[in-house]
């Protein structure tokens, strides 16, 4: 008897009127809109690396494209965390919090990619998208 009335009432929840579906596909149009405007503003521009503490903009690198790589050296709220940028990426070396996962997280390389060490207060995030360099048969 269960199994006759559970489908009723999902069907109940699920009904309603015109105005009810149209905006709901309103909605979801939205979401998908501002999802992909979000993700063209990430990976707009060249590769940049921002770091922060708290809410404060320390430092804005671009990836460089040479093999010299950039050690910035954030304040943050335990000490010092040793950040690497590099054209291969950027990467934590070393932090003062106890648990390491931000230096455990590896190098990150893509546009949204972020680095948080939330005991020390640093972020560090990459923005912008590196230029596919094309070869002679796909110009």
């Known amino acids: 008897m269960q199994t006759d009335h559970q489908p009723r009432q999902l069907r ?3 009904s309603g009127t015109a105005a009810d579906r149209w905006l709901l596909l ?3 149009l939205l979401i998908a809109g501002s999802w992909a405007w979000i993700r063209h503003q990430v990976s707009a521009g060249p590769p940049t690396v921002y770091i922060y503490h708290e809410h404060q903009l320390l430092a804005m690198y671009p990836l460089p494209d040479n093999d010299q790589p950039i050690h910035y050296r954030a304040h943050g709220h ?3 965390s040793d950040i690497m940028i590099s054209r291969h990426g950027v990467r934590m070396l070393h932090s003062p ?3 390491q996962r931000c230096v455990l997280s590896g ?3 893509r546009a949204g990619d972020m680095i948080a060490c939330v005991p020390n207060h640093i972020l560090v995030s990459i923005r912008g998208n590196r230029r596919q360099q094309l070869d ?4």
């Open 12 to 14: 109940h929840y699920l």
């Open 26 to 28: 309103l909605i979801l």
């Open 78 to 80: 335990l000490g010092i």
């Open 97 to 99: 919090c106890s648990s």
């Open 107 to 109: 190098e990150h390389i």
């Open 136 to 139: 002679a048969i796909a110009e």
